[in-house]
């Protein structure tokens, strides 16, 4: 069964910290996604990344970072951890355009 | 720009009654795709359907039927006979050949159905 694994289920990490949300999928997909998602907010793309060592930008990259430096795994970075970032992360892969995105299960973060 | 649209943010049903989910997108490409995604409270986001732009033939699984119609720039979820297993928050996106082939989602909407 193919598969997308977010390392944490729950995260709590304090202001300012750095924290590291991991991601790895098994499908050899091209494309990989983060998202938070917010209550009435919806899934708002943070970044992307359609090879590796490549990353663009989504709608919110402000106090993010990527790192992909092998195809499997796609890591999203928090500089400095704000109480605004407490949300529900969620990683997601793709391939072909016809493919939709298999996502992970989440990390639901808190910033306390 | 892609842009999809689910104007009903939250319905509450009765279980058995049947309930449609209404989606509405933007685009101006002539290739795209669309999707349909179910999120239960455990969080995980599961792929329900696709459909390719150039196939309007609507579809049936079960209780669940999507319509899809160009004129309209719509593509519908219906659940017919709702069970409670079927509170979930419902996901429409769309999908053009871009770089990193991305998912235009729309807001989601939270369905419950109550016993």
């Known amino acids: 069964d193919v598969k997308v694994t977010q390392s944490s289920r729950y995260l709590v990490k304090r202001t300012g910290e750095k924290v590291f949300l991991e991601c790895v999928q098994d499908?050899?997909?091209?494309?990989m996604f983060w998202y938070r998602q917010d209550p009435g907010l919806g899934l708002r793309l943070i970044y992307f990344?359609?090879?590796?060592?490549?990353?663009e930008k989504g709608d919110i990259p402000e106090g993010y970072s990527v790192s992909r430096e092998k195809k499997e795994r796609f890591s999203l970075i928090l500089e400095s951890a704000s109480t605004n970032q407490t949300s529900m992360y969620l990683c997601?892969?793709?391939?072909?355009?016809?493919?939709?995105?298999?996502f992970g299960s989440g990390t639901r973060l808190t910033v306390v | 720009a892609q842009k999809v649209t689910q104007a009903q943010t939250e319905i509450s049903v009765v279980e058995k009654e049947d309930v449609t989910l209404d989606c509405v997108y933007e685009?101006?490409?002539?290739?795209?795709?669309l999707f349909w995604y179910k999120q239960p409270p455990s969080g995980e986001l599961v792929f329900l359907i696709r459909?390719?732009?150039?196939?309007?033939q609507n579809e049936i699984s079960g209780r669940y039927s999507w319509n899809f119609q160009k004129s309209t720039s719509s593509f519908n979820f219906t659940i017919t006979a709702s069970q409670v297993v079927d509170s979930a928050v419902y996901f429409c996106?769309?999908?053009?050949?871009?770089?990193?082939?991305?998912?235009?989602f729309g807001g989601g909407t939270r369905l419950m159905v109550k016993p």
């Open positions: 996106a769309l999908r053009i050949n871009n770089a990193g082939n991305m998912l235009t």
């Open positions: 990344s359609y090879d590796v060592k490549m990353k």
């Open positions: 499908m050899d997909h091209e494309n």
């Open positions: 459909r390719n732009s150039f196939d309007e």
């Open positions: 997601a892969s793709s391939g072909q355009l016809w493919h939709g995105y298999t």
């Open positions: 685009t101006r490409d002539t290739t795209y795709y």
